[in-house]
């Protein structure tokens, strides 16, 4: 999977936040509650809001 980044800071994305019609790639300082809630691969639909976590990349599976 391509690397993504958060739009706020620059760092590694842990996944995507879909809130209306907004989007955005964010890490998980700037990640909603519910984002930083789930588990790598889980996506969570909620209303107008959609959250996905991305998987763990193998470096990261390697620090766990």
């Known amino acids: ?3 993504r980044y958060c ?6 994305a842990i996944g995507l936040q879909i809130i209306g019609c907004c989007h955005s790639f964010v890490c998980e300082e700037h990640a909603e509650p519910m984002l930083r809630e789930l588990k790598p691969g889980e996506l969570k639909e ?4 959609c959250y996905q976590r ?3 990349t ?5 620090r766990t």
Do not use: A, L, S
């Open 58 to 62: 193998p470096d990261e599976e390697e």
């Open 46 to 49: 909620w209303g107008v809001c």
């Open 7 to 12: 739009e706020v800071c620059g760092r590694e």
């Open 1 to 3: 999977m391509e690397r």
């Open 54 to 56: 991305f998987e763990e």
